[in-house]
């Protein structure tokens, strides 16, 4: 089992810039890909960004791609989300998942755990 929790969500203005954390404890995450969804009222879920942690390679949505940045602490078993230059619609609730790296990090269907999702909220 892998236990994730995510922290740092909140109402910002848009073009303001915010940081989540997700926290994994439990077993190993070195074989995993650690993700970030986002799902918005009445929409399905979205891929963000993906990183494979065992050396740190990096994917991000269309939606991101260059303002959003992953990262991820290993002595903390911590992955964070830099959003930057946030837009109304990044609002959404933010989820944490974890995924076996057998095959490639987009697909939300492949994830095994998820975290209970922070909600972050761009006013305009």
């Known amino acids: 089992q892998v236990q994730l929790v995510e922290s740092g969500g909140g109402l910002v203005q848009a073009g303001d810039s915010l940081r989540l954390s997700c926290a994994a404890s439990?077993?190993?995450?070195?074989?995993?890909?650690l993700g970030w969804f986002r799902q918005a009222a009445g929409k399905e879920r979205e891929f963000v960004a993906a990183i494979r942690w065992s050396d740190g390679g990096a994917y991000y949505g269309d939606a991101v791609k260059g303002r959003f940045t992953i990262s991820r602490d290993n002595a903390k078993n911590t992955m964070y989300l830099q959003m930057n230059s946030l837009k109304p619609e990044d609002t959404a609730v933010y989820y944490c998942a974890a995924k076996p790296l057998l095959s490639g990090p987009v697909d939300s269907r492949l994830y095994v755990y998820w975290g209970q999702g922070t909600q972050v909220t761009v006013s305009s």
């Open positions: 439990g077993r190993p995450i070195s074989p995993y890909y």
